[in-house]
């Protein structure tokens, strides 16, 4: 079964075809980060109108690239869930005005899911030139998704069989990488450039709270960026009233290094302990994180230096946003529900994961 899957929740407009949940065919990407850099984040009328232009070309190109044509597709997997709205619409009406025109099966997939699904992906064609894992992910498996949107812990008995054990409370620790990226003066995304900053940073310099839960697998990551605000005022000498956008002028290159480690440091222990102690309440068989803060080396290692099993993850550019964990994911989903109508298939910019349309298919005719 070959699988057409399309992304576009956020800023990157992405087609990929996957086979049999498992082989990558083609995989295409166009990012936006260059457009939405100036702003130091996200736009979202911006992103909705970047999308629209670029849709069609990156559908076509995932089929060149994979040499194939409309009749070789079985399916067409698109994000209709969560994410900005505008951006949603784009691919979900796209993905609906295809699944028509072409007489496909549509297949709503739930992007913070599609996360962990880029873990599926093994084999890929001759002109791909990724590191792939040689096997998937066994069940029970522990998922880490940490996005800029999510940060949870959840445990999948089967596909689209699962269970929230925690997320965070208040901001998601890619959205902390972001925010505490602005507020030292290191350019957007915030997680790429403080994971490269704090490569020469005193991870011990700044001492930083990690947040107590009451939830066992729970995250909170505000508290931690607050504190770096704090911290960032008092070492340059002004009171918390001073506005948060002047303060990179006042950083050296030192500080600002050092701030991005021993925020860094403190933003993936919080991580790993709840990992950790999740690991050792439900025993699973495999341990993968997913989504864009899964690219941080330093998250790999730690978790790694933790657990005693191998923890598996995709390469870099299988965790941030891309359409190859879409169509994966609309591999195994089309196994098990229904295709959806694509006269009414509707978007659902804050559904979480505990209302998935995995069990119960919301969209039917
Ligand atoms: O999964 P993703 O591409 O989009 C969402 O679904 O949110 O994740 C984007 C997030 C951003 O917050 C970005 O700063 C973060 O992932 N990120 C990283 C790294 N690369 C991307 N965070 C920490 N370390 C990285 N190397
Ligand atoms: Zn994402």
Redesign the pocket.
């Known amino acids: 079964m070959k699988i057409l899957g399309i992304e576009s929740s956020?800023d990157e407009t992405a087609a990929a075809i996957v086979e049999d949940g498992k082989t990558l065919l083609s995989n295409v990407v166009r990012t936006q980060i260059d457009i939405h850099k100036v702003y130091g984040g996200v736009v979202p009328e911006i992103a909705a109108r970047s999308h629209i232009e670029v849709i069609n070309p990156v559908i076509e190109q995932a089929l060149q690239d994979a040499h194939l044509s409309w009749d070789d597709i079985d399916g067409i997997a698109v994000t209709y869930a969560p994410g900005l709205s505008g951006s949603l619409l784009v691919g979900t009406l796209a993905a609906r005005t295809l699944a028509l025109l072409k007489n496909k099966p549509l297949l709503p997939i739930h992007?913070v899911e599609a996360?962990v699904y880029a873990n599926f992906i093994t084999g890929q064609a001759e002109h791909i030139n990724l590191s792939l894992p040689s096997r998937q992910p066994a069940f029970p498996m522990l998922a880490l998704i940490v996005?800029?949107?999510h940060s949870q812990l959840v445990l999948f008995k089967d596909h689209g069989d699962y269970e929230l054990l925690g997320q965070t409370q208040d901001d998601a620790v890619?959205?902390a990488?972001?925010k505490v990226a602005k507020i030292i003066g290191l350019p957007y995304?915030?997680?790429?450039s403080?994971?490269e900053a704090a490569l020469q940073g005193d991870s011990k310099k700044y001492p930083l709270p990690k947040a107590k839960m009451q939830g066992a697998y729970d995250f909170s990551f505000s508290g931690l960026k607050t504190a770096v605000l704090r911290a960032v005022q008092r070492e340059v000498s002004v009171d918390t009233t001073f506005p948060s956008f002047k303060l990179p002028e006042l950083l050296n290159d030192v500080q600002r290094k050092d701030f991005a480690a021993s925020f860094q440091r403190v933003a993936i222990e919080t991580l790993v302990d709840k990992a950790e102690a999740a690991f050792n309440d439900y025993s699973p068989a495999s341990v993968v994180i997913a989504?864009?803060?899964a690219?941080?080396q330093e998250l790999r290692r730690e978790l790694q230096d933790r657990l005693p099993i191998t923890i598996e993850y995709a390469p870099m550019q299988l965790c941030?946003?891309n359409a190859a964990m879409i169509a994966t994911l609309g591999c195994f989903y089309a196994e098990k529900v229904a295709p959806s109508s694509p006269f009414s298939l509707e978007i659902h910019p804050s559904l979480s994961m505990t209302k998935t349309a995995w069990s119960k298919p919301l969209l039917q005719n």
Not at 189 to 192: D, I, M, N, Q, V
């Open positions: 956020c992007h996360h996005s800029g949107g890619g959205e990488f972001d995304p915030g997680g790429p403080i994971a989504g864009g803060v690219a941080n941030t946003d």
